[in-house]
């Protein structure tokens, strides 16, 4: 191996990303800044309380009294089917039922928190209790439609989405304007609306199939219930696609490199990664992050989702998030036609 | 259309001035051109690289907005609510283009083709540029040649009046370059304008009814090729290799020769005619004992023509 190649191609390789403000910028401005700002969201101090719910029979009031002072717990008292529904849609991390034997903790080992609140309740329990208690029994949820399959599936439809959506329009869009295939559309009498309109239409169409090969897969799979509207789960898929290309188009309509979208696109996808509740519930955040986390179209594409495959939503239970996606969606598309450049 | 927009040069260029700023670097692309292209023929655009060629090509396409000066295509203004209008019967092929890869060449055109309220069919493109047997091949698997075919084929779609070609035949072979010549020659016969840009001479001569000099975003010189050669003192060349040779003075005593340039072991001597001056020189080399190692004739060109305004190649660093 000769070392003066390797040292210039090494060379090449430093400069010709180091003259490239946008490359520097995404590669390291954009993880500095998350950093600061993760840095300051995760400062040492008192974690969020877990939450819990009692199951509103007669008799739990001392029981609601006994979790409502313990340490770490956020407790409500649910009346016996919004409980149910609280824990299937990650409200909340654990069901307390009290019967004649005593409490009985119902949670789905596999979501995240479900072993802290157990634990934490069993303490407060003992605690509360000079002397011993009766056995705490455990129940493991594994009703379809409260487990954590159910929830994560209507959650990995609405990932989808965001991905599909917004790399395949914004990532394709900033190759055309390398590539001059964009200038070249241009000296057409081809316009921008018309482009966009056509780009967006496209890709929005593409993420259908993907949407419910997933849903079907959880379906027959995994036994993850499809209880609501067929229709209103087929309009939350499209308009969810829509909005998703939309941003993904606004993203794009300026960007000049790979490298500046792939930033772009990094910055918009991370934060509805975290709280989009995906993974877990967002309801449960508290304070400045769960109003950063309702105004996350992910957010609403997941709950919506939620509500007709896990909770027998229909079109009229879903209109009003789905008419705030397709205004997000047509706000982006607005913009974008608006910033778009050609070159 | 109106009757002075139909009468109109097809390209009209005044005072046209582009500078590109970079931090507080200055670089000045186009420097008060001025240009007049006509209805029906075929106009070059020649000069080395950083001319302002391509620059000005973009400012009559509407892509890049001069700084100053005016711009009329087929009689009409850019971002004077007519570029819908200019757009629809101008054809643009770019210095170079990527077509989506995996799109086929009959699906590129007909992408293209749907931007155009009128104009040629597909199949009629198809043959114009000769890619019927490849319409179902994708980008990919298409040659450099067959890929500027199909970006020519593109710029035909609208039916255009006046047609760009930026450097259409850079890096092509010699086969591909007389077919893309032949396609240009077609449309002109069928009452089209080109504007050209090229630094191939052969291209130029070959091509153009008229050539504008472009030399640091000025035209230093305008006519048809053959106007510009003649306007050379003398339009031959004899180049005669040799390890001695006569002085300078004795070679320009010999009758029609105008000019002597040395290259190393190489004379090259600008003549007026060379069936006249070649055996009066063969006699002088005789006459001295010099032996001759190679000798050739050559007809003047465009490059020499534009050494001869600037001192510099058209190519710098490449051959004549």
């Avoid at chain 1, 869009?173 to 559309?185: A, D």
């Avoid at chain 2, 597909?122 to 043959?127: E, H, I, Q, S």
């Avoid at chain 2, 591909?176 to 396609?183: E, G, H, T």
Wanted: hydrophobic share 45%.
């Amino acid at each position: 191996m000769r070392w003066r190649v390797v040292q210039q191609v090494a060379r090449t390789a430093f400069v010709e990303f180091w003259r490239s403000p946008a490359a520097v910028f995404w590669t390291y401005g954009f993880p500095l800044m998350m950093a600061v700002v993760l840095g300051f969201a995760f400062q040492p101090g008192t974690p969020p309380p877990v939450p819990v719910a009692i199951v509103d029979v007669p008799g739990t009031s001392a029981l609601y009294a006994t979790i409502q002072s313990a340490d770490r717990l956020s407790v409500e008292l649910l009346p016996p089917d919004v409980a149910d529904q609280a824990l299937a849609r990650g409200r909340v991390a654990l069901l307390i039922k009290f019967d004649e034997d005593g409490p009985v903790l119902r949670s789905d080992p596999t979501r995240p928190e479900a072993e802290l609140a157990r634990l934490l309740v069993e303490r407060a329990l003992h605690d509360a209790r000079e002397g011993g208690i009766e056995t705490i029994r455990a129940e493991v949820e594994d009703r379809p439609g409260s487990r954590y399959i159910d929830f994560l599936i209507p959650g990995l439809i609405g990932l989808n989405l965001l991905g599909a959506g917004m790399w395949g329009v914004g990532f394709n869009l900033v190759q055309m304007r390398v590539q001059n295939l964009l200038r070249r559309l241009f000296v057409t009498p081809m316009r921008r609306s018309e482009f966009l309109a056509g780009y967006l239409l496209g890709r929005s169409i593409l993420v259908i199939p993907e949407a419910i090969a997933i849903m079907l897969f959880g379906v027959f799979l995994w036994d993850v219930p499809f209880r609501g509207s067929f229709l209103a789960a087929f309009l939350v898929i499209v308009i969810g696609g829509w909005t998703f290309t939309g941003i993904g188009c606004l993203c794009a309509s300026r960007a000049r490199t790979i490298e500046t979208i792939g930033g772009l696109m990094n910055a918009v996808q991370l934060p509805m990664w975290i709280l989009g509740g995906t993974f877990f519930a967002n309801e449960a955040l508290e304070g400045p992050v769960r109003w950063i986390a309702e105004c996350m179209p992910l957010t609403h594409v997941n709950r919506t989702l939620r509500e007709v495959m896990l909770e027998s939503g229909t079109l009229l239970d879903v209109w009003l998030p789905l008419t705030a996606l397709l205004a997000a969606g047509l706000v982006a598309f607005g913009l974008a036609m608006r910033l778009f450049r050609w070159q | 259309m109106s009757a002075s927009a139909s009468n109109s040069p097809a390209i009209e260029l005044l005072g046209l001035r582009k500078v590109y700023t970079k931090g507080r670097e200055e670089t000045v692309a186009v420097d008060g051109l001025d240009l007049v292209v006509h209805r029906g023929e075929v106009f070059g655009l020649l000069g080395p690289n950083g001319a302002g060629k391509t620059t000005t090509v973009e400012i009559c396409e509407g892509l890049t907005v001069p700084d100053a000066g005016e711009v009329r295509i087929l009689g009409r203004q850019w971002r004077n609510k007519e570029d819908d209008a200019i757009r629809a019967r101008i054809g643009v092929c770019l210095q170079e283009t990527k077509f989506h890869e995996n799109a086929n060449v009959r699906e590129v055109l007909t992408l293209f083709r749907s931007c155009f309220e009128s104009g040629r069919s597909v199949d009629d493109a198809l043959a114009l540029v000769s890619l019927e047997e490849k319409q179902g091949a994708r980008q990919k698997s298409l040659s450099g040649g067959q890929r500027q075919r199909l970006a020519v084929a593109t710029a035909l779609l609208g039916d255009p009046e006046l047609l760009f070609l930026d450097e259409p035949t850079t890096g092509l072979d010699p086969q591909s370059r007389r077919q893309l010549w032949n396609v240009v020659g077609d449309y002109q016969k069928a009452g089209g304008t080109v504007l050209l840009t090229t630094h191939y001479m052969d291209e130029a001569q070959q091509l153009c009814d008229r050539v504008a000099i472009v030399d640091r975003g000025q035209v230093i010189a305008i006519g048809t090729p053959a106007e510009l050669i003649r306007s050379l003192a003398a339009e031959h060349f004899v180049i005669v290799d040799s390890r001695q040779s006569p002085s300078d003075g004795d070679l320009l005593a010999v009758p029609e020769v105008v000019a002597v340039e040395r290259q190393e072991q190489r004379l090259i001597l600008t003549v007026e005619s060379v069936h006249r001056t070649l055996p009066l020189l063969l006699q002088l080399f005789s006459a001295c004992e010099f032996a001759i190692d190679g000798l050739s004739t050559r007809h003047a060109t465009l490059e020499d023509v534009f050494v001869h305004l600037t001192g510099r190649r058209l190519r710098e660093g490449e051959g004549a």
